[in-house]
């Protein structure tokens, strides 16, 4: 037996809870790159400081900071692992989102 389609009142509660969604993981994805950035460029000013070469210097600096986040990661830097674990948790509150999808498939077939 098919389930039943969701209500109009459903749909829009799902779609604006979707919207809040990637907003939020936005914001914490955003934030996350800008920490990435400002700790490779004090870790380079450092290292300039102290007349010591920049690691991987000659790479592109969105790979640069990649490697770096990795990095930082791996040695378990806080500020590396605290903007990693918000957007975990922008991730982990998004996936209820997922189920918008589902409605507004519904939602279209039930007016076809």
Do not use: C, W, Y
């Not at 450092?46 to 990661?73: H, M, N, S, V, Y």
């Amino acid at each position: 037996m098919p389930s039943a389609l969701p209500s109009t009142r459903e749909l829009i509660s799902a779609v604006e809870s979707a919207e809040r969604s990637r907003a939020d993981l936005q914001e914490a994805s955003s934030s996350s790159g800008g920490k990435i950035r400002e700790a490779l460029a004090g870790n380079d000013a450092l290292l300039f400081a102290l007349d010591k070469l920049t690691l991987d210097d000659q790479l592109p600096k969105d790979l640069r900071e990649k490697l770096f986040a990795i990095r930082g990661d791996l040695a378990g830097a806080g500020a590396i692992l605290d903007s990693e674990n918000k957007v975990r948790r922008a991730l982990e509150r998004a996936v209820p989102a997922r189920d918008s999808r589902a409605l507004l498939e519904a939602q279209t077939r039930s007016d076809s």
